[in-house]
């Protein structure tokens, strides 16, 4: 079992940037594929970005913008955001898996633990 908790949300204006944290509990923290979903107002939670066994793997409207990286011995997964615009105003989610493959790492059916979501506020 895996419990998350993310960590560094709130309010910026565009061009700004943001580092969310994603804190884990659990001795088996570095088993699990880690990533980040978001949902905006209205719409469906989508992938933005993930980890698995070193690579990465991201949303085509955050590469080059987002950055996704873990550190084990701290049990966190973070993502720093940069460029950041209005579209990316969401609830952002940390989910864990141990059984994602590489063809499946943005679907979020197959991640088995969540946070409880961050909120990230982009004004123009």
């Known amino acids: 079992q895996v419990q998350l908790a993310e960590s560094g949300g709130g309010s910026v204006q565009a061009g700004g940037s943001l580092r969310l944290s994603c804190a884990a509990s659990?001795?088996?923290?570095?088993?699990?594929?880690m990533a980040w979903f978001r949902q905006a107002p209205g719409k469906a939670r989508e992938f933005v970005a993930a980890?698995?066994?070193?690579?990465?793997y991201y949303l085509d409207s955050v590469k080059g913008r987002f950055t996704i990286s873990r550190d084990n011995a701290k049990n966190t997964v973070y993502l720093d955001m940069n460029s950041l615009t209005p579209e990316d105003t969401a609830v952002y989610y940390c989910?864990?898996?141990?059984?994602?493959?590489?063809?499946?790492?943005?679907?979020?059916?197959?991640?088995?633990?969540w946070g409880q979501g961050t909120q990230v506020t982009v004004s123009s």
């Open positions: 659990g001795r088996t923290f570095s088993r699990y594929n």
């Open positions: 980890i698995k066994s070193g690579s990465t």
């Open positions: 989910a864990g898996s141990s059984r994602v493959i590489t063809s499946t790492v943005r679907v979020e059916t197959f991640y088995d633990y």
